[in-house]
Protein backbone atom coordinates (compact mmCIF):
# COMPACT_ATOMS: atom_id res chain seq x y z
CA UNK A 1 0.00 0.00 0.00
CA UNK A 2 1.29 3.47 -1.30
CA UNK A 3 1.84 6.13 1.57
CA UNK A 4 -1.07 8.96 1.81
CA UNK A 5 0.05 12.38 0.79
CA UNK A 6 -2.27 15.52 1.09
CA UNK A 7 -4.14 16.78 -2.06
CA UNK A 8 -2.11 19.29 -4.36
CA UNK A 9 -5.10 21.77 -3.83
CA UNK A 10 -4.25 21.70 0.06
CA UNK A 11 -0.92 23.13 -0.71
CA UNK A 12 -0.52 26.85 -0.08
CA UNK A 13 0.89 29.14 -2.16
CA UNK A 14 4.39 29.31 0.06
CA UNK A 15 4.66 25.49 -0.70
CA UNK A 16 4.91 26.46 -4.65
CA UNK A 17 8.54 27.99 -4.49
CA UNK A 18 9.37 27.33 -8.47
CA UNK A 19 7.51 29.64 -11.69
CA UNK A 20 7.19 26.32 -13.44
CA UNK A 21 4.23 23.57 -13.44
CA UNK A 22 3.60 21.27 -10.67
CA UNK A 23 4.28 17.49 -12.48
CA UNK A 24 3.09 14.30 -10.71
CA UNK A 25 5.60 11.53 -10.12
CA UNK A 26 5.28 8.22 -8.73
CA UNK A 27 5.97 4.86 -9.10
CA UNK A 28 6.42 1.45 -7.59
CA UNK A 29 9.16 -0.30 -5.63
CA UNK A 30 10.98 -1.01 -9.06
CA UNK A 31 10.95 2.61 -10.16
CA UNK A 32 11.87 4.03 -6.67
CA UNK A 33 15.89 5.01 -7.51
CA UNK A 34 14.84 6.33 -11.41
CA UNK A 35 11.94 8.25 -9.59
CA UNK A 36 14.09 9.69 -7.30
CA UNK A 37 16.58 10.69 -9.55
CA UNK A 38 13.94 12.39 -11.99
CA UNK A 39 12.42 13.91 -9.45
CA UNK A 40 15.76 15.60 -8.71
CA UNK A 41 16.16 16.03 -11.90
CA UNK A 42 12.56 18.17 -11.90
CA UNK A 43 13.30 20.17 -9.13
CA UNK A 44 16.69 21.77 -10.21
CA UNK A 45 15.25 22.39 -13.67
CA UNK A 46 12.45 24.45 -11.59
CA UNK A 47 9.52 22.15 -11.31
CA UNK A 48 7.42 22.08 -8.51
CA UNK A 49 6.99 18.17 -7.54
CA UNK A 50 4.38 16.30 -6.22
CA UNK A 51 5.47 12.48 -5.49
CA UNK A 52 2.34 10.46 -5.11
CA UNK A 53 4.75 7.52 -3.65
CA UNK A 54 6.01 4.65 -3.33
CA UNK A 55 7.78 6.64 -0.53
CA UNK A 56 10.52 3.54 -0.21
CA UNK A 57 11.10 0.35 -1.69
CA UNK A 58 9.18 -1.98 -0.33
CA UNK A 59 6.92 -4.03 -2.71
CA UNK A 60 3.81 -2.12 -3.62
CA UNK A 61 1.05 -2.73 -6.51
CA UNK A 62 1.66 -0.58 -9.78
CA UNK A 63 -2.34 0.06 -9.98
CA UNK A 64 -2.77 1.88 -6.64
CA UNK A 65 0.08 4.35 -7.72
CA UNK A 66 -1.29 5.08 -11.08
CA UNK A 67 -4.71 5.73 -9.56
CA UNK A 68 -3.53 7.93 -6.95
CA UNK A 69 -1.29 10.14 -9.38
CA UNK A 70 -4.38 10.06 -11.83
CA UNK A 71 -6.82 10.79 -9.04
CA UNK A 72 -4.73 13.57 -7.79
CA UNK A 73 -3.86 15.07 -11.56
CA UNK A 74 -6.69 18.10 -11.84
CA UNK A 75 -5.32 18.82 -15.70
CA UNK A 76 -1.89 18.55 -14.37
CA UNK A 77 1.08 15.94 -16.55
CA UNK A 78 2.20 13.19 -15.00
CA UNK A 79 5.23 10.64 -14.98
CA UNK A 80 4.51 6.91 -13.43
CA UNK A 81 7.59 4.67 -13.84
CA UNK A 82 7.34 0.96 -12.90
CA UNK A 83 9.47 -2.44 -14.08
CA UNK A 84 7.94 -2.20 -17.68
CA UNK A 85 6.20 0.97 -18.13
CA UNK A 86 3.50 -1.29 -19.24
CA UNK A 87 1.19 -1.89 -16.23
CA UNK A 88 1.24 1.83 -15.42
CA UNK A 89 0.20 2.76 -18.20
CA UNK A 90 -2.66 0.02 -18.90
CA UNK A 91 -3.80 1.41 -15.07
CA UNK A 92 -3.58 4.99 -16.00
CA UNK A 93 -5.41 4.46 -19.86
CA UNK A 94 -8.36 3.16 -17.82
CA UNK A 95 -9.48 6.92 -16.84
CA UNK A 96 -11.29 8.98 -18.60
CA UNK A 97 -9.30 11.94 -20.32
CA UNK A 98 -5.73 9.91 -20.30
CA UNK A 99 -3.72 9.60 -22.59
CA UNK A 100 -0.75 7.90 -21.08
CA UNK A 101 2.13 6.37 -23.35
CA UNK A 102 5.71 4.13 -23.14
CA UNK A 103 7.51 5.97 -24.93
CA UNK A 104 11.48 4.11 -25.39
CA UNK A 105 12.92 7.00 -27.33
CA UNK A 106 12.86 10.93 -27.52
CA UNK A 107 11.56 10.82 -30.70
CA UNK A 108 8.56 8.52 -29.68
CA UNK A 109 8.01 10.90 -26.57
CA UNK A 110 7.80 14.23 -28.99
CA UNK A 111 5.46 11.99 -31.42
CA UNK A 112 3.49 11.11 -28.81
CA UNK A 113 3.18 14.41 -27.22
CA UNK A 114 2.17 16.01 -30.10
CA UNK A 115 0.02 13.98 -31.92
CA UNK A 116 -1.60 12.11 -28.78
CA UNK A 117 -1.52 14.94 -26.74
CA UNK A 118 -0.14 12.23 -23.46
CA UNK A 119 -0.53 13.84 -20.26
CA UNK A 120 1.01 10.93 -18.49
CA UNK A 121 4.51 9.54 -19.44
CA UNK A 122 5.12 5.96 -18.31
CA UNK A 123 8.67 4.85 -18.24
CA UNK A 124 10.21 1.35 -17.66
CA UNK A 125 13.06 1.51 -15.59
CA UNK A 126 14.23 -1.63 -16.50
CA UNK A 127 14.18 -1.02 -20.17
CA UNK A 128 15.24 2.66 -20.14
CA UNK A 129 18.41 3.84 -18.96
CA UNK A 130 18.86 6.88 -16.59
CA UNK A 131 20.52 9.35 -18.90
CA UNK A 132 17.83 8.41 -21.58
CA UNK A 133 14.82 8.09 -18.97
CA UNK A 134 15.94 12.48 -18.06
CA UNK A 135 15.81 13.03 -22.28
CA UNK A 136 12.67 11.47 -22.79
CA UNK A 137 11.40 13.79 -19.10
CA UNK A 138 12.40 16.44 -20.34
CA UNK A 139 11.41 16.05 -24.60
CA UNK A 140 7.67 15.18 -22.08
CA UNK A 141 7.83 18.72 -20.52
CA UNK A 142 8.78 20.86 -23.41
CA UNK A 143 6.90 19.72 -26.48
CA UNK A 144 3.75 21.16 -27.05
CA UNK A 145 0.42 19.38 -28.64
CA UNK A 146 -0.70 19.72 -31.95
CA UNK A 147 -3.82 19.56 -30.53
CA UNK A 148 -4.58 22.57 -28.62
CA UNK A 149 -6.28 24.02 -31.41
CA UNK A 150 -10.18 22.51 -31.56
CA UNK A 151 -10.32 22.05 -35.02
CA UNK A 152 -7.30 20.44 -35.64
CA UNK A 153 -7.16 16.81 -36.98
CA UNK A 154 -5.51 16.18 -33.63
CA UNK A 155 -7.97 17.51 -31.36
CA UNK A 156 -10.60 15.83 -33.63
CA UNK A 157 -8.72 12.55 -33.26
CA UNK A 158 -8.30 12.76 -29.21
CA UNK A 159 -12.03 13.86 -29.14
CA UNK A 160 -12.64 10.36 -30.63
CA UNK A 161 -11.41 8.78 -27.87
CA UNK A 162 -12.32 10.63 -25.21
CA UNK A 163 -15.95 10.49 -26.49
CA UNK A 164 -17.49 6.74 -25.92
Same mark, same amino acid.
Not at 54 to 82: E, F, S
Not at 87 to 115: D, F, L, W, Y
Not at 130 to 138: A, L, N, P
Given at each position: MIDTIPDIHTLTPQQHINKKEVILIGSDHRGYDLKILIREHLVKEGYDVMDVGTHNKDRCDYPDVAKQLVKTMDHKKGILICGSGFGMSIT? @??????? !??????? =? =??????????? @???????? &????? =???????? &?????? &? !??? =???RYSQRIRMIDDE
Amino acid at each position: MIDTIPDIHTLTPQQHINKKEVILIGSDHRGYDLKILIREHLVKEGYDVMDVGTHNKDRCDYPDVAKQLVKTMDHKKGILICGSGFGMSITA @NRMKGIH !AVVPRTV =E =ECRTARQHGNV @NVLCIGND &FTSDV =ESVKIVDT &FLNTDS &F !ATD =EDSRYSQRIRMIDDE
